[in-house]
């Protein structure tokens, strides 16, 4: 299947929303602090906040620009609120009151009549009828000033271009610069109910695409999704076509409760509840809304902690006691499995997620996600921390460099480091499912095969994929490799794959492959590309799900799974058989391009060229000599059930890579050039010479046939994929020069879906008109 990078809606389907409908919302804020937003009722919203500083500032915000929601559906810019009426009732605790100095304050910012950038800080209490906790807000935009006291310090807010509304919250003790720490964390809340938009243009325009389901899954993560309403998240999943099960990564920075650390910094409590009252309150929701689409949700937690908040004593360590730090900014850290506490507070919180599930009728589906040794990009594995060494002997071997070669001492430690690994991961697993009771639960596990399997650190898979964890110590294995596809080194995973089955031997129905992710956005198209394909590979080798990593970057890139809308899925579009009559010399051959001339007024003509290959056209009746042949055409016709399924057919005239009908050779034809990483190439033929020679995909060769060479030495360590594709067990080198020989089929199709045929005139020697028309095949 193919997929879409949409950049906006053009035809597609939408809907209108009343202008700050409850369900796009988001909020932000700097960390310690915390906050999220969840719909309570179609009209109404609530914000769960937790203060930990006396300067946290936690916003609820409307933009006027949809920047978060997929392309096809997202609502439709609008910046002009002139004449238009925001009304709602407010009532909150735990945040300072609305006639409170530093009471909640709606930050306008957008520009004024001169198109000067501005803000402004209008009062809501003002604007409030009732108590400073339960209270009627009614903003008329055209109406509005900001200023503490009115008239006396009115400044007139211009509504004609408005980019963003933010309404600020605080906790009681609020105080502007003050980073002190507050002895235990400020909970707090606050519900707009009854939000009504009235006035010029109350309406929005949403797209409301439903992409019919594709077979693919989705990845989600609360530390991406954090500052949006579960409703919005689902939506879109919902809406793009993801069905089945969503993987959901709890994350690494948001969700848990912190208290002082006595530094000015905060850190993990194990005493306090798994999650903070705001994470709590987002996942009920999200979990909720998931099983009321009919999804699944498959929990996901790590070994993986922000820095920051991360016990010392938790960390993972390399020998010289540098702790383990990925490469985001800020940085996380890796909790070591052999922390007692550590591992402790990990199993905590995957009983909580149990509760969360079966709080909403859920089955308990729960992930381990990516538990490691973390390698430092110096080769030093972290290993080596206080409780680790304790449970190593307490002086354990040293292995500075973990692509050296290494001797038996070393590579016991990297088992027994292994087998702890295992143990903390079953240890986990069993807390879950003896949380679960007797509905049972489902146990996943997930590996990244190129930290696990990278060939610079072959040892590794000893500590990091450990044979403790081969099946059934899992229910499911769950394998990603996003490194790998987005940089095309398809030899890499292979042999990843083939390692892994191998050492953990789950079956692949009983394996998961989650697909993705694009950083950049400046490499969306090659890497959608790469990742789709990816995709299509996992699903055809019969892996139980296929899941795309992630939502966010999806939304970001408009990428858009199209599902097959043959309307007969079990219906192959193409048989892998031969045409079985010879062409005669009588039989036409056509090749067409596409081309658009212009003459201009003057007399001259541009020309612009719309296919880049030529397609062929054939007819093949007048190669229809005998009624026996008439016969074997008419039946393959039918079996072919005319246009509907393509063939092969020798073009007689030109199928091979040498020349046009010579014998192939290793060198014939040059694919690419190596470039260490990329395994794949797919065959083509040139017509023509230099840059302008025209490429022609292969699709179709004659396997048989099939002659490679690299940097002009014959090869066979190759394997061809479907499409003509090549795939090298280990990726030519940068530079390398790739080259292949073959002989090749034309895919074609009936052009039409009936046979004019009469008995008389064939008779007479008059040959039937039989239309045969190329297929494209390298989308």
């Known amino acids: 299947m193919t997929y879409w990078l949409a950049t906006r809606r053009t035809v597609q389907q939408t809907d209108t929303i009343q202008r700050f409908d409850p369900r796009f919302w988001t909020v932000n804020f700097p960390r310690p602090a915390m906050a999220s937003v969840v719909t309570i009722a179609p009209d109404a919203l609530r914000v769960d906040a937790v203060f930990r500083k006396a300067d946290d500032l936690i916003g609820l915000i409307w933009e006027s620009e949809d920047k978060w929601d997929h392309p ?57 009828e009732g108590t400073a906790t339960d209270a009627q807000v009614t903003l008329k935009f055209s109406e509005l000033s ?37 002895a ?25 695409v439903m992409v019919p389901p594709h077979g693919l899954s989705m990845c989600t993560g609360y530390d991406d999704a954090y500052n949006l309403t579960p409703a919005r998240v689902l939506r879109q999943i919902r809406g793009l076509g993801y069905r089945g099960s969503i993987n959901h990564y709890i994350g690494m920075s948001h969700f848990y409760a912190m208290v002082p650390d006595g530094a000015g910094g905060f850190v993990v409590d194990p005493a306090l509840p798994a999650m903070n009252p705001a994470a709590q309150r987002w996942h009920e929701a999200f979990l909720a809304g998931a099983a009321a689409m009919g999804q699944t949700v498959i929990a996901s937690q790590s070994y993986e902690l922000l820095a920051q908040n991360c016990p010392p004593g938790w960390q993972q360590r390399a020998e010289n006691g540098d702790p383990a730090r990925t490469g985001w900014v800020p940085p996380s850290a890796l909790l ?36 490691w040794w973390w390698v430092m990009q110096d080769r030093r594995i972290c290993i080596y921390d206080d409780a680790a060494k304790a449970a190593f002997g307490g002086n354990p071997a040293s292995i500075p460099d973990l ?13 027994q480091a292994g087998a702890l690994l295992a143990q903390s991961t079953a240890d986990l697993a069993a807390a879950v499912k003896a949380a679960a009771g007797s509905a049972g639960a489902e146990t996943l596990l997930l590996a990244f095969l190129p930290t696990v399997l990278d060939p610079v650190t072959p040892e590794a898979l000893r500590a990091n994929l450990p044979v403790g964890w081969a099946s059934p110590a899992f229910d499911t294995l769950q394998l990603e490799d996003y490194d790998w596809v987005t940089a095309g080194k398809d030899a890499l995973r292979a042999q990843a794959r083939e390692i892994a089955e191998a050492r953990l031997n789950y079956p692949r129905e009983n394996q998961h492959y989650l697909s993705g992710f694009v950083l950049l956005p400046e490499n969306a198209a090659t890497e959608w590309a790469r990742i789709n394909a990816a995709a299509n590979e996992a699903s055809a ?21 199209l599902p097959v809308t043959s309307g007969d899925e079990t219906m192959q579009s193409f048989d892998d058989v031969l045409f079985p009559l010879a062409l005669g010399r009588d039989a036409s051959v056509t090749p067409e391009f596409s081309t658009n001339v212009t003459i201009t007024a003057s007399g001259f003509e541009r020309r612009n060229s719309l296919w ?141 879906d009936r046979l004019d045929i009469s008995g008389a005139e064939f008779a007479a020697g008059e040959a039937p008109s039989v239309p045969l028309v190329e297929l494209r095949e390298d989308a």
């Open 336 to 371: 070591s499995p052999a922390n007692a506490q550590a591992m402790a507070w990990v199993r905590k919180v995957g009983v909580a997620l149990v509760g969360l599930m079966q709080g909403v009728g859920l089955p308990v589906r729960h992930q381990v996600g990516e538990p």
């Open 541 to 561: 080798l019969g892996v139980a799900e296929t899941f795309i990593w992630a939502l966010p970057q999806v939304s970001r890139d408009g990428f858009t799974r």
């Open 184 to 208: 235990a964390s400020v909970e707090g809340w606050v519900e707009l109910t009854g939000v009504s938009c009235q006035g010029h243009k109350p309406m929005l325009t949403l797209g409301d």
């Open 403 to 415: 692509g050296a070669s290494l001797n038996a001492a070393q590579e016991a430690l990297l088992d």
């Open 146 to 182: 900001g200023g503490f006291l009115l008239p006396a310090e009115a400044d007139p807010v211009h509504p004609a271009d408005i980019d963003r509304l933010f309404i600020s919250l605080v906790a009681p003790g609020y105080g502007a610069g003050n980073s002190a720490p507050f």
């Open 612 to 752: 880049s290959d030529a397609r062929l056209r054939f007819d093949v009746g007048p190669g229809v000599r005998s009624d026996a042949e008439l016969g074997e055409l008419i039946s393959f016709f039918r079996a072919r059930r005319g246009q509907a399924r393509g063939f092969r057919l020798r073009d007689p005239s030109d199928f091979s890579s040498n020349g046009m009908t010579g014998v192939p050779t290793p060198t014939d034809q040059v694919l690419g050039t190596g470039n260490g990483a990329t395994a794949r190439f797919e065959l083509v033929k040139h017509y023509g010479d230099g840059t302008d020679a025209q490429r022609r995909r292969i699709t179709r060769p004659r396997a048989e046939s099939l002659r490679v060479s690299v940097n002009g030495v014959e090869t066979g360590d190759f394997a061809l994929g479907p499409l003509g594709v090549l795939d090298f067990a280990v990726a030519p080198m940068a530079g390398a020069t790739v080259c292949a020989g073959f002989f090749f089929d034309v895919p074609v199709r009936f052009g039409e």
């Open 72 to 128: 096809l559906l997202s609502y439709e810019t609008k910046r002009d609120y002139s004449r238009l009426t925001l009304s709602f009732r407010w009532r909150s605790a735990g945040v300072l009151p609305l006639d409170a100095v530093n009471g909640p304050t709606l930050t306008i910012e957008g520009r004024d009549a001169a198109g000067n950038a501005r803000a402004w800080y209008v009062r809501l209490w003002n604007y409030a």
